[in-house]
């Protein structure tokens, strides 16, 4: 099933080109995924950074994916 999913998305002009039917480039639609390059990408206040910061240590706590 998931190997047919790739096969199909495969196909789509957008990944065969790296840009939609419109022209536009896949990279404003995507971005590089590195840790912490959310930043470049939005702007938010240190409050709010703190924020996010502390929700996420919450939600993972006691998974171990946490330091």
Not at 21 to 37: A, L, P, Q, S, T
Not at 39 to 59: A, P, Q, Y
């Amino acid at each position: 099933m998931f190997f047919a999913l790739c096969v199909a998305l495969s196909g789509r002009e957008v990944n065969k080109t790296r840009r939609t039917v419109n022209g536009v480039d896949h990279k404003d639609f995507f971005r590089d995924g590195k840790v912490g390059d959310w930043k470049n990408h939005l702007s938010v206040t240190l409050e709010t950074e703190n924020k996010i910061d502390m929700t996420i240590k919450e939600k993972f706590q006691g998974s171990g994916t946490q330091d």
